[in-house]
């Protein structure tokens, strides 16, 4: 079973509408959670990282938030964008292994105009 | 280059080949991964180098795949007699340290993408 659960699978906004995406994990103990965000075609790109005991983290419109106790961490986009469309990936580091990542399938986010 | 160079970026073999993939990291990124991404689904771990050692070989998936990194930079994923199975996008990342450090963001490359008819 995968140690990362990201939902929804997918989901379509309208430009200029936030949103919000879900990352549950099992993955314990874990030094960092990140959040990467992965173009059609193109290699992940970091968006934030965690550690345990962050509860918030920023990166212009994109705002990452961790419950460490029930293992829940999110991602909120807000006015979202056209360049926004993209796969949203949910990774958790765990402390003993040092390559292992554990990575979310994703959501898939599409902006409309 | 400024990013994680990865060629070729598309390779079509036939069922049987064998292939190389390489990967050029970060100038300096003592760490470097190899990943695996089945169309719609997360990304796989392969292997993992710290310097020109690997020390966590378990994500390759059989006897076929094979990887070395030398200079501690070039890093070359082979894939020996090729599956239909095999056929993924494998990526390529580096970091400056170790994942595991909170202050080292893994940097991508764009991957290459594999079909094996």
């Known amino acids: 079973k995968n140690q990362v659960e990201q939902s929804p699978q997918s989901l379509i906004i309208l430009e200029g509408k936030n949103c919000t995406l879900q990352?549950?994990?099992?993955?314990?103990?874990?030094?960092?959670l990140r959040w990467y965000k992965q173009d059609t075609g193109r290699g992940p790109v970091s968006l934030t990282i965690?550690?345990?005991?962050?509860n918030t983290k920023s990166n212009g419109r994109y705002t990452a938030t961790l419950d460490a106790d029930t293992k829940q961490s999110s991602l909120h986009i807000t006015a979202s964008q056209l360049s926004d469309s993209a796969s949203y990936i949910c990774v958790v580091i765990p402390t003993d292994s040092w390559g292992k990542l554990q990575f979310g399938a994703g959501t898939q986010v599409v902006v409309t105009p | 280059g400024a990013g994680v160079s990865q060629s070729p970026s598309n390779k079509v073999t036939e069922k049987g080949k064998d292939v190389e993939l390489r990967c050029d990291p970060i100038s300096g990124h003592t760490a470097l991964y190899w990943y695996r991404q089945r169309l719609g689904q997360g990304l796989e771990f392969l292997i993992y180098f710290q310097g020109n050692s690997a020390p966590d070989k378990s994500g390759l998936p059989s006897d076929r795949f094979s990887a070395e990194r030398t200079g501690e930079s070039v890093s070359t994923l082979t894939i020996q007699r090729t599956q239909q199975e095999d056929s993924a996008v494998y990526l390529c990342?580096?970091?400056?340290?170790?994942?595991?450090?909170?202050?080292?963001?893994?940097?991508f490359g764009n991957g290459t993408r594999l079909t094996v008819t």
């Open positions: 990352c549950n994990y099992t993955v314990s103990p874990f030094s960092n």
């Open positions: 990342a580096s970091s400056l340290e170790p994942v595991s450090s909170y202050n080292s963001p893994l940097h």
């Open positions: 965690m550690t345990f005991s962050e």
